[in-house]
């Protein structure tokens, strides 16, 4: 009778302690959100390296009693996160990946990258009329930019509490940019303007490819001190590839490093979508906000596109300009795309290059921009 009367109070204990008992319907509709998320990284190839970690995290996340607030890796790769270290070592990685020849080349790209940062502004004042706060706005605008890393970095800043939704957000944007930019590209462009042939740029010295990152990080940092830690990785990742004399450490930056943090950063902003946090009509409205401001931003780039294409004797196609945006390099291949299919054997990507890298730099000044108005 001891042995019946202990054993049930085990078997209670058991499925008291279980996540079955906590167990509600938001939880499992944010699993099947998580499901949904893999079957577009894995079957669809929607950013895979991406969206798989942000997916297993959301499923982790609404585990009930999962213990991930206790001492130990989950926690600890939450702090990598909400102290900002991930973010900036993805930059390293992407700078080590990059080149900024096609922008050192023909400076005027650096106007369509800060043109397409229209959308990030025009998606704060969104934000706003929707009443979040400042900080809220300035977050969700980002997504704007198309870059994971630097939505990550300011919302983890100003909005740790929309941090899901926006890293969701932009990174889904920066999947599908090969379906909403297109439409967005010949809307606002001509046959004739899709099919301007430009000239091969001119060859960028060893000594311009070394002096930009320096230089770079020296203005912009002393202009915009808050996004010193960001734009110095990314800077500093260049440095690592064009040097010549670090194969070693760019090779790291490049694959185990960019690879290993890469993992970090999405499965703990999935951790962050448990369903009470998730399951609002933020989320929504924050979703919807960055579609807008993703097309916008796509659009200007576009337009000034058009206006240089004019200025300069039709010696610029303006579908370089939707590359503005910082989805690097698959904005930049969606100008080669369309441009192609205007022309065939029309070669627009390493014109389309100049503004995608210009974008990188555009989308985090404009964070910069943020962080020194709203906080």
């Known amino acids: 009778m001891d042995f019946i009367n202990a054993f ?11 996540g079955f008992s906590g167990f509600t319907s938001g939880n499992l509709i944010m699993i099947f959100v998580g499901l949904v998320l893999l079957y577009l990284a894995f079957a669809r190839d929607f950013e895979p390296l991406l969206l798989s970690p942000i997916a297993f995290g959301c499923i982790l996340a609404n585990i009930p009693f999962n213990g991930f607030e206790e001492p130990g890796v ?22 080590a990946m990059t080149d900024f020849g096609p922008l050192i080349a023909r400076p005027s790209s650096l106007l369509m990258g800060a043109a397409a940062q229209f959308g990030v502004f025009v998606a704060l004042l969104g934000a706003m009329m929707l009443d979040f706060n400042a900080q809220e706005a300035g977050s969700i605008g980002i997504i704007g930019g198309a870059d994971g890393p630097t939505s990550i970095y300011l919302a983890s800043k100003m909005a740790p509490h929309l941090l899901g939704a926006i890293a969701v ?22 046959k004739r ?38 734009l110095g990785m990314l800077m500093l990742g260049n440095l690592f590839r064009e040097s010549g004399v670090t194969d070693r450490l760019s090779d790291t930056a490049q694959n185990a490093l960019i690879n290993t943090v890469t993992i970090f950063l999405a499965l703990g902003t999935g951790l962050t ?9 933020q989320t929504l409205m924050i979703i919807g906000l960055g579609l807008v401001a ?4 796509t659009a200007a780039g576009v337009v000034l596109g058009k206006i240089m294409c004019r200025a300069t004797g039709w010696k610029i196609n303006p579908l370089i300009g939707s590359a503005g945006v910082s ?9 080669q795309i369309v441009g192609i299919k205007a022309k065939p054997g029309n070669y627009l990507l390493m014109h389309a290059m100049g503004p995608n890298v210009a974008g990188v730099i555009g989308t985090a000044v404009a964070a910069g921009a943020m962080l020194a108005m709203l906080m």
């Open 169 to 190: 957000a932009a990174y889904t944007y920066m999947a599908l940019v090969p379906l909403i930019q297109p439409p967005v590209m010949k809307l606002l462009t001509s």
């Open 193 to 230: 303007e899709r099919e301007v042939v430009m000239e091969q740029a001119r060859e960028v010295t060893k000594f311009e490819r070394i002096a930009f990152p320096i230089v770079s990080t020296i203005f912009i940092s002393l202009l915009l001190p808050s996004i010193t830690a960001l």
């Open 294 to 297: 993703f097309i916008f931003g």
């Open 273 to 281: 979508m448990s369903a009470e946090s998730f399951l609002v009509k």
């Open 8 to 18: 049930s109070v085990s078997l209670q204990a058991i499925v008291q302690g279980s």
């Open 74 to 95: 989950m926690s600890a790769i939450g702090m990598g996160i909400k102290y900002e270290i991930f973010p900036p070592l993805i930059f390293l990685g992407v700078g």
């Open 327 to 335: 989805a690097v390099p698959m904005a930049a291949r969606v100008s």
